[in-house]
């Protein structure tokens, strides 16, 4: 990410035009869109609970809510809170029987589904490509590289942490959570929060090979001060400042 891409955190989308009659209609067009391929989703299976359009919005609350906590100012919080609405949008343009099979998926079907990353981004071009706007630059950040991993090993592979913005990494911790948190079909009881964040701590797969652990820390913070979260567990962090826009 070059210091260009960093130019909205001194951007506030709320008293921009461009955001409030171009870019917010496009976001939440985009939510409509994924709302109706949700339908059909529960058109073929009536069951599923890993909804789309409402994991955006369960991932932005989140995110929103850690930039808060980690003493980030309003505008800030508002423009992460809008890009993360949008980071899945490129689900849709995946082939809807591609998700919400029984059993773990095939390395033939996570490399089809893997694709929504580029095809969000595809989407993003389609409609605001010919838009130069800092707030864009964030969007097409968190599309692309929210399954990124720091050690390379996601999506895209071999795109490692240096790489990676604070937003990114906040995203792929907020949105692995919330899908931790939600029955699947390969795996019906869900984890509770406490259960999820100490997997994604300590599992030797996930930790700091997955994620950045100051944001995660601080995460895990907001979600186990939260009053209907569930028990604390070791890693119940101290508050420390930590400034999300930075590389
Ligand atoms: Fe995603
Ligand atoms: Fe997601």
């Known amino acids: 990410m070059n210091d260009t ?4 955190l001194d951007f506030d989308i709320r008293n921009d035009p ?9 976001i939440e067009n985009q939510l409509k869109e994924l709302e109706l391929y949700d339908r059909k989703r529960l058109d073929r299976n009536p069951d599923i609970q ?6 955006a919005y369960d991932v932005s609350n989140d995110v929103r809510k ?3 906590h980690l003493g980030q100012p309003d505008h800030v919080q508002e423009a992460l809170y809008w890009a993360m609405l949008a980071h899945d949008i490129g689900k849709r343009m995946v082939p809807v029987d591609a998700w919400d099979k029984p059993g773990k998926p095939t390395p033939e079907e996570k490399a ?5 990353p580029d095809l969000g981004l595809a989407l993003l071009d389609e409609h605001l490509g010919d838009l130069d706007h800092p707030f864009v630059d964030l969007m ?11 050690d ?3 999506t895209p592979t071999g795109v490692t942490g240096d790489m990676l913005s604070k937003p990114v990494r906040l995203c792929a911790i907020v949105e692995a959570f919330d899908g931790y948190t ?21 599992d030797p797969d996930k930790g700091a090979r997955m994620y950045d652990m100051e944001l995660l820390t601080a995460f895990t913070s907001v979600k186990l001060d939260t009053p209907s979260g569930n028990a604390p567990t070791p890693h119940k962090p101290s508050t420390r400042a930590v400034n999300v826009g930075s590389v």
């Open 112 to 116: 089809l589904t893997r694709q929504h």
């Open 66 to 68: 850690t930039a808060a």
């Open 5 to 8: 891409a960093q130019a909205w």
């Open 50 to 55: 890993y909804i789309f359009h409402k994991h």
């Open 152 to 154: 390379g090993s996601g």
């Open 182 to 202: 939600k029955p699947r079909p390969d795996r019906p009881t869900p984890r509770s929060a406490a259960e999820a964040l100490d997997k994604m701590h300590n």
């Open 18 to 26: 461009a955001f409030e009659n171009v870019i917010k209609p496009f």
């Open 140 to 150: 097409r950040d968190v599309i692309k590289y929210h399954h990124a991993h720091m």
